[in-house]
């Protein structure tokens, strides 16, 4: 697939080779690449969002909840991964108590160790919370759920559904290590979208993304 252009200058695009799970690096040199240019592109969107407004978040993240409302039936009792904001992520959390109290189970992610699944923790409105990494509340009882629906928050995300987080692999090692594979949808600022991540074989794209009015499918 040709990419005819960039939010950053991909120098090192002719080294990279698409085959069937993204692009593989041709040597070790490209792998470091790709890392360097995506640590200087997760800053740029990271600083990006940061400069929004409380209530520009608060718009994007209303329409990100309505879409959110025609996708996720409560009432159906699904386990449903969301997660604490940090860093500017859009806050759903009131969506997260709503969908709650009509039955759905939520789950919140939390980082057990370095180059490890994340595990699945209930929550509750109400429950016990803990600080985990990064200082990101958590709950305190280790419940464990196996979500049916991860809301994924995107640093950025390109339209074959790969998304650019904080970089350490968490969700994508996550999951991989998962027996039945969830629906996953990448949530976001519309400034995430960026034309590719050149994502390498250990990328795993999602299912849907929702990024405020922005709202698209990834190809199959």
Not at 57 to 69: D, M, P, Q, S, Y
Request: hydrophobic residues 40%.
């Amino acid at each position: 697939m040709a990419h005819s252009r960039y939010a950053s200058s991909p120098c090192f695009a002719h080294e990279l080779v698409l085959g069937e799970r993204g692009y593989e690096a041709v040597d070790r040199q490209t792998e470091i690449d790709v890392a360097r240019w995506r640590r200087g592109e997760r800053q740029r969107l990271i600083d990006a969002r940061l400069a929004i407004s409380a209530a520009g978040r608060a718009k994007i993240a209303e329409k990100v909840c309505h879409a959110l409302g025609t996708i996720v039936d409560p009432f159906s009792h699904p386990v449903v991964s969301v997660y604490w904001p940090f860093r500017g992520e859009l806050d759903l959390r009131g969506w997260m108590k709503e969908m709650s109290d009509r039955g759905a189970r939520i789950a919140l992610p939390v980082v057990i160790a370095r180059n490890k699944p994340l595990v699945f923790r209930a929550w509750r409105p109400g429950c016990r919370i803990e600080r985990g990494v990064w200082n990101i509340p958590v709950p305190a009882e280790d419940e464990r759920l196996s979500p049916e629906i991860v809301i994924a928050p995107v640093v950025g995300v390109d339209r074959e559904g790969y998304r650019l987080g904080y970089g350490g692999g968490f969700y994508d090692r996550t999951l991989a290590s998962l027996t039945t594979k969830p629906l996953v949808i990448g949530v976001g600022h519309p400034i995430a979208e960026i034309e590719t991540i050149f994502p390498l074989p250990h990328d795993i794209p999602m299912g849907q993304v929702l990024l405020g009015e922005k709202e698209w499918k990834p190809p199959l």
